[in-house]
C-alpha cells in the first residue's frame, strides 16, 4: 500500500524560507520519479520541482530555478523541497507524488499528471507581504 506524507508548511513573511518533506512508502522509489506540484486558490496545479530517484537527477521549473532546491534522505524514502526567498504568489498548497518517468519533468504536463494516483494530502505554504 502506497502511502505519501507532505509536511512542513506553514506561514512565512515574503523572503522568508520553508523546507517541506515528501515521505513515501510502499515503493521501491528507485523505479520512479518524485515530484512536488502545488495548486494555489482558483488556479490550476502544477509542476515546481522533481527527481529521478535512482540517479538523483533534479528538475526544476524554470521560473523557480535559483529559489527552490530539492534534496533526498535516502534512508527514509524522503524528498525535500528547500524553498526560499518566498513570495506571496508561491502561496499554495504543495503536494508530492511519485510516476514513473525517465525525464521527470515530462511528468509536468497537465495532460501527464491528471492521470496520476497516490497523491499526498498536501501541505499548505502562506506567504504574506
Known sequence: QVQVVESGGGSVQ?????????????LNLNYYAVGWFRQAPGKEREGVSCMTWRDERTSTVDSLKGRFALSRDNTKNTLYLQMNS???????????VAYVADDCLAGFEPEVFQHYTGWGQGTQVTVSS
Open 14 to 26: 515574503a523572503g522568508g524560507s520553508l523546507r517541506l518533506s515528501c515521505t513515501i512508502s510502499g
Open 86 to 96: 518566498l513570495k506571496p504568489e508561491d502561496t499554495a498548497m504543495y503536494y508530492c
